[in-house]
Structure formats: structure tokens, C-alpha cells
């Protein structure tokens, strides 16, 4: 089964979450629509990025399971960029 990531570039926090409950309800809110493998906060930048590594079927479901997931995110923090990235032959790729 392919493996996706899910980059979110994060602004600030909303209503009253905190830094520690984001990385695992952002997990939490893709998990209800694909298979979680990993997650991860970098700082590329300056910039805050959650990386969210999932398997789907195909790209059409993890770009549709990323808007998703996407939606439920942005209610507890101010994405500034979201990209779905696939891995093939050893690179990401965005999709």
C-alpha cells in the first residue's frame, strides 16, 4: 500500500488546545479516515510543520482523507499551507 505524508505549516494555536494535544488530535483526526504510521513536528524556517505519515489506496483517497483531515485540524490551529506528498521510487512527490 503507498505511503503519503501530510505537511501542515502552523500559524497558531486556537480556542483553549494546548502545544501537547496537537500533534496527537491532528493524528486522531486523520486516523478516522486512513492508516496513521507516524507523526512528527519540524521547524523548516521559522515555520512550525506537522508531518503526518499515512498509507491509502491511492491518491485520490489520501488527497481526500488530507482535506479531511485538513478540515477537523483547522479548528484548533491556523494551517498557512497543507501539501500531501506520495513516496515513489525513494522521493516524495507531491500530488
Known sequence: MPSYRLIL?????????SPEQILPRS???LRK????????????????????RFTAD?????????AQAHNEISSFIE?????TLQ??????EYI
Open 9 to 17: 505549516s502552523v500559524a497558531n494555536l486556537l480556542g483553549d488546545v
Open 27 to 29: 493524528a486522531d483526526a
Open 33 to 52: 479516515h486512513v492508516n496513521v504510521e507516524s507523526f512528527d513536528l519540524r521547524i523548516t524556517r521559522g515555520v512550525p510543520q506537522l508531518i503526518l
Open 58 to 66: 491511492d491518491p485520490v483517497h489520501a488527497r481526500t482523507a488530507s
Open 79 to 83: 494551517v498557512t499551507r497543507a501539501q
Open 87 to 92: 513516496r515513489v521510487h525513494g522521493r516524495w
